[in-house]
């Protein structure tokens, strides 16, 4: 986060000291990312990953700044309109749906959906007559921390089959779409899917179907505690490789989520307890792997910590989580120090904790409550005290 989100988000929590744990979003960061991505991306759309944060005032921050949306579920579809959004600015991203997720999303307006098989583009020709479509491909990203795996994307030389299929099912084939993976360090992993995605629009065009849009979805990474490359570098990278690749510039449509988000947020914790077992000590916190560090499974994410009020030599720490699970485990493979001084109740912050934190925080697990967000708009905040 730069320095002036970090100070925005210290002088609210200095002044309001709201309860721990809590998370605080800065939306004035949200809209710099936003408008950022389209200085570096000229001439495309945006449509922020609502799963990574779908806070009102994260969305209408993304809104304002010109971006749409990427949207998974009916719910988030509302959340979308609510917070003002055109039904126009929507693309249905996920590739499972049911049928009356499909039709609810075609009932409240939305035409752009992507699909990655023959039984979702089916459901589409039935319950969103005429609708625009984009082919997911399954592109091999092993750098991200956190991979699809195969579980979205068909292969890429079936894409131009069900592309043709859909217009003979009365559907608009408007592209491909791939996801790298998420916090993807290497923007080479676009090369691939940019490659592949123009080898299945001449297959299109070779049988007659004009493709015009490209979707390079989301995977920016962002520096938690290593770092990555800068947005400059993955847009130089991935616009040299659409120009290589690609007679003429497609509509370029980008998804990210944690880019857009993740370096507005900060969670501030509570240290619960501190205890030396087998000789490591161990830090305690009042959030952990079920009230917003989920992408601390199998420490994928290593996010910053940072107390505010210690200083002072350091030690190595395991860190957990306050419930009463064994996979509550926050850090213990990967090597943490902070302050010999730390105690039961000092605060710990961990920074560019704005994505994937709330939005996975379960609704009770254990009686605590799910993480509770703060969001600072402009001079003020969207959730009382
Ligand atoms: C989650 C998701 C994204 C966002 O990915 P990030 O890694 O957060 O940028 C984009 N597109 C789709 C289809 C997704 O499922």
């Given at each position: 986060m730069t320095p002036a989100t970090l100070e925005r988000i210290r002088r609210f929590l200095r002044e309001h000291d709201p309860p721990a744990p809590c998370l605080v979003v800065d939306t004035g960061a949200v809209a710099a990312r936003v408008r950022q991505f389209g200085r570096e991306f000229p001439r495309s759309r945006l449509?922020?990953?609502v799963k990574a944060n779908p806070e009102p005032a994260v969305l209408r921050a993304v809104l304002a700044a010109g971006g749409g949306f990427d949207v998974a579920s009916p719910a988030e579809i509302d959340a979308?309109?609510?917070?003002?959004?055109?039904?126009?600015?929507?693309?249905?991203?996920?590739?499972?749906?049911?049928?009356?997720?499909?039709?609810?999303?075609?009932?409240?307006?939305?035409?752009?959906?992507?699909?990655?098989?023959?039984?979702?583009?089916?459901a589409l020709a039935e319950h969103a007559p005429g609708a625009?479509?984009?082919?997911?491909?399954?592109?091999?990203?092993?750098?991200?921390?956190?991979?699809?795996?195969?579980?979205?994307?068909?292969?890429?030389?079936?894409?131009?089959?069900?592309?043709?299929?859909?217009?003979?099912?009365?559907?608009?084939?408007?592209?491909?779409?791939?996801?790298?993976?998420?916090?993807?360090?290497?923007?080479?992993?676009?090369?691939?899917?940019?490659?592949?995605?123009?080898?299945?629009?001449?297959?299109?065009?070779?049988?007659?179907?004009?493709?015009?849009?490209?979707?390079?979805?989301g995977g920016f990474g962002v520096t938690y505690r290593e770092a990555v490359p800068p947005l400059e570098s993955y847009a130089r990278t991935i616009r040299a490789a659409v120009r290589a690749h690609f007679p003429r510039e497609p509509e370029v449509l980008l998804e990210p989520g944690r880019a857009v988000v993740a370096e507005a947020g900060l969670?501030?914790?509570?240290?619960?307890?501190?205890?030396?077992?087998?000789?490591?000590?161990?830090?305690?916190?009042?959030?952990?792997?079920?009230?917003g560090l989920a992408e601390t499974e199998n420490e994928a994410i290593p996010y910053r910590l940072d107390p505010p009020d210690r200083y002072g030599p350091r030690g190595p720490v395991?860190?957990?989580?306050?419930t009463c699970d064994g996979d509550d485990v926050v850090y213990q493979r990967t090597p943490y120090e902070l302050p010999l001084s730390l105690r039961a109740g000092?605060?710990?912050?961990?920074l560019d904790a704005g994505a994937y934190t709330a939005s996975y925080s379960s609704v009770a697990f254990n009686g605590i409550p799910p993480l509770p967000t703060y969001c600072l708009e402009g001079d003020t905040t969207t959730h009382d005290i």
């Open positions: 449509c922020y990953a979308c309109l609510a917070a003002g959004a055109e039904p126009a600015a929507l693309s249905y991203g996920n590739t499972i749906k049911k049928a009356t997720d499909i039709a609810f999303a075609h009932a409240r307006g939305v035409r752009d959906f992507t699909t990655d098989s023959e039984g979702d583009l089916a625009s479509v984009s082919v997911r491909i399954l592109v091999d990203g092993p750098a991200s921390a956190t991979p699809f795996g195969q579980k979205f994307g068909c292969e890429p030389d079936r894409a131009a089959e069900l592309l043709v299929a859909a217009v003979r099912l009365g559907l608009d084939p408007a592209g491909v779409a791939f996801h790298v993976g998420s916090q993807q360090p290497d923007p080479q992993a676009w090369e691939t899917g940019v490659a592949a995605a123009a080898k299945i629009f001449a297959e299109c065009a070779a049988a007659g179907v004009q493709l015009r849009r490209l979707n390079l979805g969670i501030r914790t509570e240290v619960v307890l501190v205890s030396t077992r087998f000789g490591r000590r161990w830090v305690y916190l009042d959030v952990g792997r079920y009230n395991v860190i957990a989580g306050p000092d605060r710990l912050d961990i």
